[in-house]
């Protein structure tokens, strides 16, 4: 590997948060590794090259199944070992929580090999569960599930009980263990020998996590039962008969929990609640630790709400030892461990690759030859020697007066005492003198913040061919980091510094917090766009809640989707799904395409009747608006020649 790519792979992190998935070859394209062997590679460039022959533009998602799989299997050897080295007495299963991303294509494959390990399901609504009831499960994995319930929800529960799966009613709320008792006594009287749901109650612990979702844990969450609520469901399941039914305990703390110490000491209360209630003489079998098992998206491996300060293993090791702990002071069966960690099965699996589609100019430039008149007002002349004599002793003291200056220029404007031309050549002079102050600052061994804050007025915004809203909508609306890497040239040293904006028309459509080892970048570093050449991005680990949490701002689609996979020849594009086309995004809005057609036809007809289009035109049009119906929303992409 040279060592330009040993910079670019260190400038990007890639060895911090890529889990040992992502490299990049000797062509300087980034590559994802096959779990099984990390010798089988996919080289990302050449995918969207092949995709582009097939006549599929950027932005397209591109699934790596086999990702998918590396973590399942992660996840169970971590667990697996944890359970052998501590001697724990019980299993370990996990449900992967459809919310995370609910596409078939991702749910199916999860299950391909997760079943393997008897991995189930977890649904919290009832479109997810009636989904799910229909999916091949492997027969002793379980069907948990969360969520608010009503009568038909509930009934849903039971009609897969009696379709053989191993449900799990998890009781959020007193009134769900009403239904369930109602529909158990309806179902035993037409059918005794019926396989009827197993019950779970959800406990609202004192314990909270870490991080932007800490208040799913804690005793002001919106979910779960408290421990007088707990007891009068093992009571009325003990006066009805039943108290067989209830197997499971549950919590959940809340999604990227970043700091291992909250989770063990959640794990401590947990264990010590699910033992008081083994006492009892109840017979749970699990205890679910709910999700929450957090991405190191910054490679940081620290409790920045970005990364995490433990691994999979760490994870396993601290749940399986605080929980036998507690167990055996308590003398109780060691419970049979459920998991919620669908983030980190999923985020690594799908990347979303765009094109720069243009740079958006950040500063004043001169579009022909400037020359200095006489009759040049002394403000811009003042500005011009300060561009002509700045150098690396003076250039804070020249900055701090072109600052000034362009204060002067701007209030003389306003008062009417200089043209337009002479401010025209005023900001051009004062963005010339940023650009040598900012080079002489960035030579220094220490920059001053003042220099810090220019770079980031002065960087380069590069317009990419995505939404922000509907592709990366955490890091719109929670500030949640992504690496965001080229795919192609990281042989060659990024010379530019840039924020990415993307196509909405919305100011909040930016991209301008990256990852780094130590900090939050405000500026990432990227190549210089080259006529007649694509420049293509990644934005990594998008698999978990991007998908589904994703909106319509802007009427914007989804995105073109490839599923890929990694063998000994490089790249196979197994299956290749359109992404939205106008017509499905309007409605989404309830716009009916045909009515719009055929409205605009009428429209277009008149002005063929009335003289003011003449047939041929007036034809073009409709055929012109009827085809667009079927057009991708993104752009099309472009060489950077035509702007």
Same mark, same amino acid.
């Given at each position: 590997?040279?060592?330009?790519?040993?910079?670019?792979?260190?400038?990007?992190?890639?060895?911090?948060?890529?889990?040992?998935?992502?490299?990049?070859?000797?062509?300087?394209?980034?590559?994802?590794?096959?779990?099984?062997?990390?010798?089988?590679?996919?080289?990302?460039?050449?995918?969207?090259?092949?995709?582009? @022959?097939?006549?599929?533009?950027?932005?397209?998602?591109?699934?790596?199944?086999?990702?998918?799989?590396?973590?399942?299997?992660?996840?169970?050897?971590?667990?697996?070992?944890?359970?052998?080295?501590?001697?724990?007495?019980?299993?370990?299963?996990?449900?992967?929580?459809?919310?995370?991303?609910?596409?078939?294509?991702?749910?199916?494959?999860?299950?391909?090999?997760?079943?393997?390990?008897?991995?189930?399901?977890?649904?919290?609504?009832?479109?997810?569960?009636?989904?799910?009831?229909?999916?091949?499960?492997?027969?002793?994995?379980?069907?948990?599930?969360?969520?608010?319930?009503?009568?038909?929800?509930?009934?849903?529960?039971?009609?897969?009980?009696?379709?053989?799966?191993?449900?799990?009613?998890?009781?959020?709320?007193?009134?769900?263990?009403?239904?369930?008792?109602?529909?158990?006594?309806?179902?035993?009287?037409?059918?005794?020998?019926?396989?009827?749901?197993?019950?779970?109650?959800?406990?609202?612990?004192?314990?909270?996590?870490?991080?932007?979702? $800490?208040?799913?844990?804690?005793?002001?969450?919106?979910?779960?039962?408290?421990?007088?609520?707990?007891?009068?469901?093992?009571?009325?399941?003990?006066?009805?008969?039943?108290?067989?039914?209830?197997?499971?305990? *549950?919590?959940?703390?809340?999604?990227?929990?970043?700091?291992?110490?909250?989770?063990?000491?959640?794990?401590?209360?947990?264990?010590?609640?699910?033992? @008081?209630?083994?006492?009892?003489?109840?017979?749970? $079998?699990?205890?679910?630790?709910?999700?929450?098992?957090?991405?190191?998206?910054?490679?940081?491996?620290?409790?920045?709400?970005?990364?995490?300060?433990?691994?999979?293993?760490?994870?396993?090791?601290?749940? =399986?030892?605080?929980?036998?702990?507690?167990?055996?002071? $308590?003398?109780?069966?060691?419970?049979?461990?459920?998991?919620?960690?669908?983030?980190?099965?999923?985020?690594?699996?799908?990347?979303?690759?765009?094109?720069?589609?243009?740079?958006?100019?950040?500063?004043?430039?001169?579009?022909?030859?400037?020359?200095?008149?006489?009759?040049?007002?002394?403000?811009?002349?003042?500005?011009?020697?300060?561009?002509?004599?700045?150098?690396?002793?003076?250039?804070?003291?020249?900055?701090?007066?072109?600052?000034?200056?362009?204060?002067?220029?701007?209030?003389?404007?306003?008062?009417?005492?200089?043209?337009?031309?002479?401010?025209?050549?005023?900001?051009?002079?004062?963005?010339?003198?940023?650009?040598?102050?900012?080079?002489?600052?960035?030579?220094?061994?220490?920059?001053?913040?003042?220099?810090?804050?220019?770079?980031?007025?002065?960087?380069?915004?590069?317009?990419?061919?995505?939404?922000?809203?509907?592709?990366?909508?955490?890091?719109?609306?929670?500030?949640?980091?992504?690496?965001?890497?080229?795919?192609?040239?990281?042989?060659?040293?990024?010379?530019?510094?840039?924020?990415?904006?993307?196509?909405?028309?919305?100011?909040?459509?930016?991209?301008?917090?990256?990852?780094?080892? *130590?900090?939050?970048?405000?500026?990432?570093?990227?190549?210089?766009?080259?006529?007649?050449?694509?420049?293509?991005?990644?934005?990594?680990?998008?698999?978990?809640?991007?998908?589904?949490?994703?909106?319509?701002?802007?009427?914007?689609?989804?995105?073109?989707?490839?599923? =890929?996979?990694?063998? $000994?020849?490089?790249?196979?594009?197994?299956?290749?799904?359109?992404?939205?086309?106008?017509?499905?995004?309007?409605?989404?809005?309830?716009?009916?395409?045909?009515?719009?057609?055929?409205?605009?036809?009428?429209?277009?007809?008149?002005? =063929?009747?009335?003289?003011?289009?003449?047939? @041929?035109?007036?034809?073009?049009?409709?055929?012109?608006?009827?085809?667009?119906?079927?057009?991708?929303?993104?752009?099309?992409?472009?060489?950077?020649?035509?702007?």
């Amino acid at each position: 590997m040279s060592s330009i790519i040993e910079q670019t792979v260190e400038t990007y992190g890639i060895e911090n948060w890529g889990a040992g998935y992502f490299g990049v070859n000797r062509k300087g394209n980034l590559i994802v590794k096959a779990p099984e062997n990390d010798g089988l590679t996919a080289d990302v460039k050449e995918i969207i090259d092949d995709l582009q @022959k097939r006549g599929i533009g950027t932005p397209i998602l591109l699934r790596f199944p086999q990702l998918l799989f590396g973590q399942i299997r992660k996840l169970q050897t971590a667990f697996k070992k944890a359970i052998r080295e501590f001697d724990y007495e019980g299993g370990h299963l996990c449900v992967y929580p459809m919310k995370v991303n609910q596409n078939r294509a991702v749910i199916e494959e999860y299950l391909k090999e997760g079943s393997r390990y008897n991995f189930g399901l977890e649904a919290g609504s009832k479109a997810e569960l009636y989904a799910a009831i229909a999916l091949e499960q492997s027969k002793d994995s379980l069907l948990v599930l969360n969520g608010f319930k009503d009568r038909d929800f509930v009934k849903l529960a039971f009609a897969g009980a009696g379709a053989g799966k191993n449900v799990v009613i998890v009781i959020e709320k007193m009134s769900e263990l009403a239904h369930t008792l109602s529909l158990v006594e309806e179902f035993t009287s037409e059918s005794p020998e019926a396989k009827l749901p197993m019950i779970g109650v959800r406990v609202k612990l004192y314990s909270k996590g870490s991080g932007k979702w $800490e208040k799913s844990g804690g005793e002001a969450a919106k979910f779960g039962l408290t421990t007088t609520e707990i007891l009068d469901v093992i009571r009325q399941l003990q006066e009805a008969g039943r108290v067989d039914m209830l197997k499971l305990l *549950h919590f959940h703390i809340g999604s990227q929990l970043t700091d291992i110490k909250r989770i063990k000491n959640a794990m401590k209360e947990a264990a010590r609640t699910y033992s @008081k209630i083994r006492q009892m003489g109840i017979p749970i $079998e699990f205890l679910d630790v709910g999700g929450g098992m957090a991405v190191d998206y910054d490679g940081s491996r620290t409790s920045f709400e970005s990364s995490a300060n433990y691994n999979a293993q760490e994870f396993a090791n601290d749940v =399986i030892y605080v929980i036998k702990t507690v167990c055996d002071d $308590e003398n109780v069966p060691h419970p049979t461990i459920i998991q919620e960690s669908g983030r980190y099965l999923s985020a690594y699996h799908a990347i979303l690759v765009t094109n720069v589609q243009d740079e958006i100019e950040a500063v004043a430039e001169d579009i022909s030859p400037m020359e200095i008149d006489e009759d040049d007002p002394q403000v811009v002349k003042e500005l011009h020697d300060l561009r002509e004599t700045i150098n690396s002793k003076n250039y804070r003291e020249y900055y701090h007066d072109a600052l000034e200056h362009r204060d002067e220029l701007f209030t003389m404007f306003n008062l009417g005492l200089i043209t337009l031309e002479d401010k025209g050549k005023g900001e051009v002079l004062f963005w010339d003198i940023c650009e040598k102050a900012d080079a002489f600052a960035q030579q220094k061994k220490y920059v001053s913040e003042e220099f810090d804050d220019l770079r980031r007025l002065m960087c380069a915004k590069y317009l990419a061919n995505f939404s922000v809203f509907r592709s990366m909508p955490d890091n719109w609306a929670l500030e949640q980091l992504f690496p965001i890497i080229p795919i192609h040239k990281l042989n060659k040293k990024p010379t530019e510094y840039a924020t990415l904006c993307d196509i909405t028309c919305d100011s909040d459509g930016i991209v301008d917090k990256f990852i780094d080892l *130590h900090d939050v970048k405000t500026v990432l570093e990227l190549h210089k766009l080259a006529a007649n050449e694509p420049y293509y991005l990644a934005m990594m680990l998008v698999g978990a809640y991007q998908e589904v949490m994703g909106n319509n701002h802007n009427l914007f689609g989804v995105p073109h989707e490839a599923h =890929i996979f990694i063998g $000994e020849d490089g790249h196979i594009i197994r299956k290749v799904i359109s992404g939205g086309t106008l017509s499905d995004a309007l409605e989404t809005a309830r716009f009916d395409a045909v009515q719009l057609r055929d409205t605009y036809r009428k429209t277009v007809m008149k002005r =063929i009747d009335t003289g003011d289009l003449s047939t @041929k035109t007036g034809s073009q049009l409709i055929e012109f608006y009827e085809d667009q119906a079927e057009s991708y929303t993104y752009l099309t992409m472009h060489s950077n020649e035509e702007k």
